[in-house]
């Protein structure tokens, strides 16, 4: 038996997990959720990375945001950070823009969190 906190909805149910015959069997949580979480995380668990890249705007060397356009295997998380900080990308370019189109033969891009350069705006600008 298994025991795990669900990380889907605010609550936090911690349950019990057991599989039996190719059969999950999962109690404490409080919704339905919980159960298709609990099936995907003794299955094949998946992950989101979130994590930086080397950037160029104008000669100026800075990092940009970066993460996983959807779930990849939690096993890949080691090798997809060594293939992602291989790549560096020149300024500007919009947030959404793929520097990674297919990561690791998963068939997940990895995008641009934030723009890079001209396309970004200053949040923390004032006005004069």
């Known amino acids: 038996m298994n025991r795990m906190t ?3 909805c605010p609550i936090g149910c911690v349950m019990e997990v057991s599989v039996f015959e190719n059969t999950v069997s999962v109690t404490g949580n409080m919704c339905r959720k ?3 979480y609990a099936e995907v995380e003794i299955e094949s668990p998946k992950r989101t990375l979130t ?3 080397r950037a160029t705007v ?3 060397k800075i990092t940009a945001p970066v993460r ?3 779930d990849i ?3 890949l998380l080691f090798d997809a ?3 992602i900080n291989g790549v560096s990308v020149d300024g500007p370019l919009p947030a959404g823009h793929a ?3 297919d990561l690791l033969g998963t068939g997940v891009a990895v995008v641009l969190t934030d723009a890079v350069g001209e396309h970004r705006t200053d949040h923390n600008r004032t006005s004069p």
Do not use: A, D, F, L
């Open 6 to 8: 669900c990380i889907i």
């Open 34 to 36: 919980g159960i298709g």
């Open 51 to 53: 994590t930086t890249i």
């Open 58 to 60: 104008n000669g100026k």
């Open 68 to 70: 996983t356009e959807s």
């Open 73 to 75: 295997p939690k096993n």
């Open 81 to 83: 950070m060594r293939e």
């Open 99 to 101: 520097v990674i189109n």
